[in-house]
């Protein structure tokens, strides 16, 4: 388990394991890399994160992720798997899963209520992004996309 505290000082528990689950996953986030790019999307008030979002009445989380993924950038993914989870110790506490996933198709880009874009960018781009998200800045983010590069 890696720990760690959020910028809203919060403590997060990250785990590359499928559980259990000390609170059960409702929400999702995927990790989509390209042709050595990473999928971003462009939050109208949180900024440049990756595409996530809560879990629907009667879907599983891989479900959720590949259609958060679709609503947010127009991307249809493929070979989606778990890849980690990770718990936010709030009030309430909260958690995330979090899947990889490769790109089957991409569709011309339609904004809507969702985001306000998507971007492409390399790991070197996305850390020198100035509009990134608060949770895309943490310590949890970084171990994660090493993971990833540990994983391929």
Known sequence: MFTFIDENGLQVDLRFDEGPFEVEPKHVLALVQHEGKWLCTIHSSRGVEFP?????????????????VYEETNVIVEDIKWFAY??????????????????????????????????????????????????MRDAGMKKMLQEVKNHE
């Open 52 to 68: 996530g979002g809560k879990q629907e009445e009667n879907e599983t989380l891989m479900q959720a992720a590949i259609r958060e």
């Open 86 to 135: 990770y718990v936010v110790h709030d009030k309430i506490p909260f958690c995330k899963a979090v899947f990889t996933a490769k790109v089957k198709e991409i569709e011309t880009f339609v904004g809507d209520y969702e985001t306000d874009g998507i971007l492409w960018l390399t790991e070197e781009e996305l850390w020198q992004q100035p509009h990134l998200s608060f949770y």
